[in-house]
């Protein structure tokens, strides 16, 4: 990295990122994100940033519930149900 580039700290990046720094420092760890790291901390450019910030959203997380799943504790339209199972 050149001297002139605007370097910010984990903080800053994940203020422009929407993510707490702790995640912020473990998107680094893996590599996601380029870093340098200064005095024990993570820092970053801001063009590094703003490029991670336009990348396309991963999908990750738990997925919608479907509306078929929640019919799960009916019986089925071609069963007779005698109140028994």
Do not use: C, W
Not at 8 to 23: F, K
């Amino acid at each position: 990295m050149s001297e002139n580039e605007d370097l910010i700290t984990a903080a800053e990046a994940a203020r422009m990122l929407g993510l707490t720094r702790q995640r912020v420092s473990a998107i680094a760890h893996t590599g996601k994100l380029g870093r340098q790291i200064a005095n024990r901390y993570y820092v970053f450019t801001r063009a590094e940033v703003e490029a991670y910030a336009k990348r396309p959203k991963d999908k990750g997380g738990r997925p919608k519930s479907d509306l078929s799943l929640n019919m799960k504790y009916e019986a089925p339209s071609s069963v007779a149900t005698n109140g028994t199972y």
